[in-house]
């Protein structure tokens, strides 16, 4: 499905000797199992462009989003971007959602030498750097190393690891036999399962039956709530840790009650109302948070948020470079200090990621809402 967003604005806002339209395209899942993360990305990156065509566009240009539905489908994915490319004549491209997706389009990205942003969390999308390859979420090494910091200071030493099965999952596995050693801890247990299972608890009581001081979660909203229901109906009652794929609303409306007390790493958009006046993010993220609920009537998460920082990165090189793809490209590498909704960007030619581990915070979910840890 290809939708093309902006023209309305584009036809209103602009007269009929306005220049020619700069385009980008966005390639998110809205309809496949990660179309939680999608469909906000999609609604943020509309709303930037219809926000940036009523100030007037880019340098007097009209911006127009063409988007592209993945349904988390890698060769979809990869088609998108070969449209977007010689079809569509975009300057640049954010998305996809997923790490499996993200993988699987760096040869045809790198190829068709386009820039890409990335709203996906695996380290090795951008580690080692891919020339026309970036990323705006942190990365599961990141989220992981948190998480173990967290559990460290609690005196954790021995948890279980349960991971769903996919590019994203297989990622926190590496990152959390790599990291545990560093901290201390060692894990005892460590099960698979699939997105589609129904009914985890074979694994769960397999990973009760150990000494695990603790349990970490590697999934997305729908996986987890499912782990999480599993959890509770069994009784479990060691800490439940998440990974930051759970950021958003969907997975506290989908887990309900079995969401209370789960702890979890994410950026500071969940909690910005409990930061500091002096914090450098706070006002970008109470103005994003209040569009998106004025545009949506719902609440912002994680995951609109990386969409809003790659759209917003493309959008400042633009306006350097214009429509010269080459010149897009190095202006987004050059990008610094950039304050964004995952954190203060920083890239260079060794690092397309640009956020260092202190764009994340601990958060623990008390009474259905997000509450600051440290």
Not at 196 to 212: E, P
Not at 336 to 355: A, P, R, W, Y
Request: glycine share 8%; net charge neutral.
């Amino acid at each position: 499905m290809c939708v093309v967003s902006g023209l309305f604005l584009v036809q209103t806002a602009f007269s009929a000797e306005s220049k020619k339209p700069y385009k980008i395209g966005a390639i998110f899942d809205i309809s496949g199992k990660a179309s939680a993360l999608g469909t906000p990305e999609k609604q943020t990156a509309e709303m930037v462009v219809e926000q940036v065509n009523k100030a007037g566009g880019i340098n007097g240009h009209p911006l127009e989003l063409v988007f592209y539905d993945t349904a988390s489908d890698t060769q979809k994915a990869i088609e998108s971007v070969n449209k977007l490319v010689k079809k569509d004549k975009v300057l640049a491209i954010i998305g996809p959602s997923t790490s499996g997706e993200s993988m699987a389009i760096i040869e045809t990205i790198q190829n068709n030498e386009i820039p890409n942003i990335s709203c996906a969390a695996r380290i090795e999308i951008t580690d080692p750097p891919k020339k026309w390859v970036f990323k705006t979420p942190q990365t599961d090494r990141q989220a992981m190393a948190k998480i173990l910091g967290y559990m460290k200071k609690q005196g954790i030493k021995k948890i279980a690891f349960m991971s769903v099965e996919g590019g994203f999952g297989s990622g926190g596995l590496v990152q959390v036999d790599s990291l545990s050693p560093e901290f201390g801890i060692e894990v005892v247990a460590r099960e698979k399962f699939s997105e589609d299972d129904t009914n985890m608890t074979t694994q769960l009581t397999k990973i009760r039956g150990t000494d695990a001081q603790a349990l970490i979660v590697w999934c997305t909203d729908k996986g987890s709530a499912k782990v999480a229901a599993n959890i509770r109906q069994l009784g479990m009652t060691i800490p439940i840790f998440m990974s930051h794929g759970i950021a958003s609303m969907k997975f506290i409306e989908q887990a309900k009650e079995a969401a209370e007390g789960i702890i979890f790493p994410a950026g500071r958009l969940l909690v910005f109302d409990s930061l500091p006046d002096t914090d450098p993010q706070k006002k970008v993220l109470a103005k994003y948070a209040a569009d998106f609920k004025a545009k949506y009537n719902t609440t912002a998460d994680t995951f609109g948020g990386h969409a809003w920082d790659a759209l917003n990165i493309v959008i400042r090189a633009i306006e350097k470079a214009g429509d010269d793809i080459n010149r897009i490209r190095d202006e987004i590498e050059k990008t610094k200090n950039f304050v964004g909704i995952g954190g203060v960007f920083n890239f260079s030619e060794k690092d397309h990621h640009g956020l260092g581990p202190e764009s994340l915070v601990m958060i623990k979910i008390v009474n259905g809402k997000w509450t600051y840890l440290e």
